[in-house]
């Protein structure tokens, strides 16, 4: 499949436009859970910059076409140690990349959770955009222009935040990641929840808005500062 970039020619670098290349430098195919990249070409013409991007073909379908998961899933138990043990190595991946910056969190969770951000206790290497429209079964993650360091958990906590809808299956993500709901992950979760809330404030995501809101309450009544 080929995804195409289009931008001025001294605007044609920075993390979204150099995500795939470097994912497939520092991870490869993550032992065939990600597409790998064949081919990059870079042209450009009139001060403008395009780049075509080659990677290997997925014949598995994605999980919902929606990020916001509108039925429950049924995923057998070893799609979901799958998709740990993936996220796992993704984790320790070295990288000065970063997927969420600490200004952001900030600004963002105090604006729309409510409370100070939070100590992240530890940071790693996260995916940056892992909801049910980049997953498939079998297990393939897809979409890695925004990958990078975030706050521990934030792939899990993205994971949760679009079946809220759909409990069994916000249920089988916590489950798979029981650490949610903790200390350690307070700050990914905050910072998730900030981000979705946002895109409720801007007019997006409204089917989301009543159980954002109830999880910024639960936020904040875990916040060390309530």
Not at 27 to 38: F, I, K, M, Q, T
Not at 51 to 79: C, M, N, T, Y
Not at 140 to 165: H, K, T
Not at 209 to 225: C, F, N, V
Request: charged residues 25%; glycine residues 8%; hydrophobic residues 45%.
């Amino acid at each position: 499949m080929a995804a195409p970039g289009v931008r001025p020619e001294d605007k044609a670098t920075g993390k979204l436009w150099e995500g795939a290349v470097a994912a497939q430098q520092a991870r490869g195919d993550l032992d065939g859970r990600r597409p790998a990249l064949l081919g990059v070409h870079d042209e450009t013409e009139d001060g403008t910059a395009y780049r075509a991007e080659l990677s290997a073909g997925v014949d598995e379908a994605i999980l919902s076409f929606d990020p916001v998961l509108h039925e429950d899933l049924r995923l057998s138990d070893s799609w979901w140690a799958e998709l740990a043990s993936a996220l796992d190595k993704l984790s320790v991946t070295a990288t000065d990349r970063v997927a969420i910056r600490t200004q952001y969190m900030e600004r963002a969770i105090p604006q729309f959770v409510g409370i100070p951000m939070p100590d992240a206790p530890c940071w790693s290497t996260a995916h940056g955009d892992l909801h049910w429209t980049n997953l498939t079964a079998p297990l393939r993650i897809l979409d890695w222009e925004g990958w990078g360091r975030a706050p521990a958990g934030f792939g899990w906590a993205m994971l949760y935040a679009y079946p809220l809808l759909q409990p069994d299956t916000a249920a089988r993500v916590r489950a798979a990641f029981p650490v949610l709901g903790s200390p350690d992950t307070l700050a990914a979760e905050a910072t998730v929840c900030a981000m979705l809330l946002q895109t409720v404030d801007r007019g997006d995501n409204l089917v989301l808005a009543d159980e954002l809101g109830t999880w910024a309450a639960d936020l904040w009544r875990r916040s060390p500062s309530s």
